[in-house]
């Protein structure tokens, strides 16, 4: 089992920054793809970045290209996302989720058996 942990949300102002945090624990992160999803009120939850085991592959919707950065560091068993120029149709609630060992990347919520408890970001105007 690997547990997720998400921290780093908050409320930030148009145009500001948040780095999300996602600590896991119980089973490391190596060699799985990892992701970040995010659901809005009345809206279905997104994916909305994904990096491959490796590192070496990333994966972006439209909406946040140029302006959010995953990543991950193996040694302490977390993975990031970078938010940059914040806009208020990014306020939702982030998840982070973890496929299982060797599973290639992907962008459907029901091929990560993972999830974390989500942390708010909500960006006012």
């Known amino acids: 089992q690997v547990q997720l942990v998400e921290s780093g949300g908050g409320l930030v102002l148009a145009g500001g920054s948040l780095r999300l945090s996602c600590a896991a624990s119980?089973?490391?992160?190596?060699?799985?793809?990892m992701g970040w999803f995010r659901q809005a009120p009345g809206k279905q939850r997104e994916c909305v970045a994904i990096?491959?085991?490796?590192?070496?592959?990333?994966y972006y919707i439209d909406s946040v290209k140029g302006r959010f950065t995953i990543s991950r560091d193996d040694a302490k068993n977390t993975v990031f996302l970078q938010m940059n120029s914040l806009k208020p149709e990014d306020t939702a609630v982030y998840y982070c989720?973890?496929?299982?060992?060797?599973?290639?990347?992907?962008?459907?919520?029901?091929?990560?058996?993972?999830w974390g408890q989500g942390t708010q970001v909500t960006v006012s105007s």
């Open positions: 990096i491959n085991g490796s590192g070496g592959s990333t």
């Open positions: 119980g089973h490391t992160i190596s060699s799985r793809a």
């Open positions: 989720a973890a496929r299982n060992l060797f599973s290639p990347m992907s962008n459907t919520m029901g091929e990560y058996p993972y």
